[in-house]
């Protein structure tokens, strides 16, 4: 009879191997083993993290929200606010509460001392930079200086230091801005002060990305086109009884009424003690109303794109501005191309204080 044929060969070949065979077969699975384990760990941590620990993830939504105010490439569109003019420009009419010293000199004065410091329009061109010479009224003669082109240098070189100290105003606020929403703790004097901006920006409830579009530059280019343009080069009679620079309207009692104006017509144009207050009404006028909703629109957005402000692009925007509407954009941008005023964009103030130190 044929023997059963037993399947243990594997078993039994097992048995006939030595412990010395057996002893190196074990060592040499255990590090096979070990080098694997070794080689696959990493790769599961990345996994893990990847699709696991992500999904786990607690994000501090407060830092998230403020990045996304402070660095958004979207434009949020700003609060429709009803602005209270006496918050919002409050600081201006303190101005008008402080008695004033102010001296008119007269043009040939003026004249000579831009010539001792060595302030001419020229050097701002060549060098960017400007004296800091603030004056406060401007000089009766100037409507008799009948030098076209001397008239216009003249009153450049009066309302630039002031345009530009409105501006540098303008940079520490935002600078302090960001400074302030950076920071994890505010100081009471810090949160304060961004109450106040609050008010002055017209801005409720607390909303940040308000303030942020609101709170910036005029191009110093439109600023000065648009004091020309209001004031005839500073000859109007607004400009020289009540430094208005800009024709800002005023229904309240207090103001210059317009020759010729409709007995039925209420409004006068706001007058001001000295120049500088007449400079920030305009900026923050710019700021707040409604009127310029488009105007601070895309100012954001070229902020947002790290572009230079244009004034001929923005001066598109303030056709609200005057009743002649397109007409008025269109005389704003042939003075700021006629007189080579985008000269001026970006020149700087010599310091006058530490404030002005800290921006330059």
Do not use: C
Request: charged fraction near 30%; charge should be positive; hydrophobic fraction near 40%.
């Amino acid at each position: 009879m044929k023997k059963k044929t037993k399947f243990y060969l594997g078993i039994v070949r097992f048995k006939k191997i030595d412990k010395t065979t057996k002893s190196f077969i074990y060592t040499t699975l255990t590090g096979i083993f070990i080098i694997t384990i070794f080689f696959i760990t990493p790769k599961l941590l990345i996994f893990k993290n990847n699709f696991f620990i992500k999904s786990l993830e607690i994000k501090n939504e407060s830092k998230n929200k403020l990045e996304k105010v402070l660095t958004s490439k979207e434009i949020k569109k700003e609060q429709e606010d009803d602005l209270d003019n006496l918050q919002v420009f409050e600081d201006i009419f303190q101005y008008e509460e402080i008695p004033t010293s102010a001296v008119r000199l007269s043009a040939s004065t003026i004249l000579q001392l831009f010539k001792d410091t060595n302030y001419s329009l020229k050097n701002v061109r060549k060098d960017k930079i400007v004296k800091p010479v603030n004056l406060e009224l401007l000089p009766k003669e100037i409507k008799m200086i009948e030098n076209t082109r001397e008239r216009k240098n003249l009153f450049i070189q009066i309302v630039l230091p002031l345009i530009l100290e409105e501006n540098n105003q303008l940079k520490y606020d935002r600078k302090k801005l960001f400074t302030i929403l950076n920071r994890s703790n505010n100081s009471n004097s810090e949160k304060k002060w961004l109450k106040m901006k609050f008010k002055q920006y017209g801005v409720q409830n607390n909303d940040l990305s308000t303030l942020k579009i609101r709170m910036d530059e005029v191009p110093v280019s439109l600023a000065i086109a648009q004091a020309a343009k209001e004031t005839g080069w500073g000859t109007s009679r607004f400009a020289l009884e009540g430094n208005a620079l800009y024709g800002q309207w005023t229904f309240s009692g207090d103001g210059i009424k317009p020759l010729g104006a409709d007995s039925n017509k209420s409004h006068k144009v706001m007058k001001f003690q000295i120049l500088q207050a007449s400079v920030r009404a305009y900026f923050r006028n710019l700021n707040t109303h409604s009127s310029y909703r488009e105007f601070r629109k895309f100012r954001a957005i070229a902020r947002d794109n790290d572009e230079k402000l244009d004034s001929l692009i923005l001066a598109e925007y303030l056709d609200k501005y005057a009743a002649t509407g397109k007409e008025y954009v269109k005389v704003l941008k042939q003075i700021i191309k006629q007189n080579s005023l985008k000269d001026f964009d970006d020149v700087k103030l010599l310091p006058g204080s530490n404030q002005i130190k800290k921006i330059i």
